[in-house]
């Protein structure tokens, strides 16, 4: 048994802790290094498909004696160490990311936890109203969708965690009355500001379809303000992305089931279709099934290198569950 596993076990029969409105919780994490995104021998299948320029350095298994620890929905970085994240429970979560001599993935610390309040400065008692699964951050302010009860809020002030207050839910360019219950708004990204959206905000569902069987997605803010498309393919479900610094979009996808086990996918949007009325598609970057080292990826951001590449970091949803796995991988992409 890993000890991630162990530490499972051990928060499974532990109370999870109680954090009061207005404060923050600070836990540990322990992590154990993967070494090759080849999680079994090539003989049985699964070996990953990486387009020209994408390189994988490592990543990490994250578990926590604390039970609250889990669920990632989304992670966003404020810089090149310091992250802040949410969990489907109803918690933000911000840290910071450590790396060896050699420049990989180490670990995590100064990790804390804080409740997601609403607009009174109050913890909902109801899992369906903090159904929390995307993310994105505006300076001190950070922006959250949320599932079931579909809305986008904004949290200020973010340097304040513990004290940050939903605001009014922010208009939406199509009737949320179109979104399924559970394949809302999965990814919140903010547009370069010197690309032609402008540093617009923009949310995509995860498998709320058209007549057309395309995802409902929409530039909530800027000057493309308005409605549009993003063309899924064979049964990948988006679960986040990020802007890239030459304004292309990257989407995080998933797929699963039964007979195929889960599946994790990349692909490149180029950012100059994306416009009110637009059908989007784009170029698949990477893709691997359950026989690598992946898990149910929910959360990606984008960090700009030293060197001018972009490292990509990626984070799974363990569902708090001991069959599943907190997973933080991350990918060279260079541009």
Do not use: W
Not at 133 to 155: K, T
Not at 231 to 255: S, V
Not at 290 to 315: C, K, P, Y
């Amino acid at each position: 048994m890993t000890a991630g596993a162990c530490l499972a076990l051990l928060s499974a029969c532990t109370a999870p802790a109680d954090i009061p409105a207005g404060e923050t919780l600070g836990i540990s994490v322990e992590s154990s290094l993967i070494s090759s995104i080849d999680g079994m021998s090539a003989t049985l299948g699964g070996a990953p498909q990486f387009a020209p320029g994408l390189t994988f350095l490592g990543g990490m298994e994250l578990s926590s004696p604390e039970p609250l620890f889990g669920a990632f929905s989304s992670i966003r970085f404020r810089d090149s160490e310091h992250f802040v994240g949410v969990f489907d429970t109803g918690y933000f979560i911000e840290g910071r990311i450590t790396r060896d001599t050699s420049g990989h993935l180490s670990g995590v610390d100064e990790v804390r936890l804080a409740p997601l309040l609403d607009e009174q400065g109050q913890i909902s008692p109801f899992k369906y109203m903090v159904d929390a699964e995307s993310l994105a951050l505006d300076g001190d302010r950070a922006y959250v969708g949320f599932e079931q009860r579909h809305r986008v809020v904004a949290y200020a002030p973010l340097s304040d965690l513990g004290h940050a207050r939903a605001s009014a839910p922010l208009a939406l360019p199509f009737d949320i009355g179109r979104l399924s219950s559970n394949g809302g708004i999965e990814a919140l990204v903010l547009s370069p500001e010197q690309s032609p959206l402008g540093g617009a905000l923009l949310a995509l569902s995860e498998k709320s379809v058209d007549e057309n069987g395309n995802n409902y997605a929409g530039i909530l803010s800027g000057p493309l303000q308005g409605e549009f498309r993003v063309k899924p393919h064979d049964g990948f479900e988006i679960t986040d992305g990020a802007f890239l610094p030459n304004g292309d979009l990257l989407l995080l996808e998933r797929r699963f089931s039964i007979a195929s086990g889960v599946g994790m996918r990349l692909r490149r949007i180029d950012g100059a279709a994306i416009r009110p009325g637009a059908v989007v598609d784009g170029q698949i970057l990477f893709e691997a099934d359950n026989r690598s080292q992946i898990d149910n990826m929910e959360g990606m951001d984008a960090i700009v290198a030293e060197d001018g590449s972009v490292h990509l970091i990626v984070v799974s949803d363990d569902n708090h569950s001991i069959l599943q796995r907190t997973l933080m991988l991350e990918f060279r992409l260079a541009l």
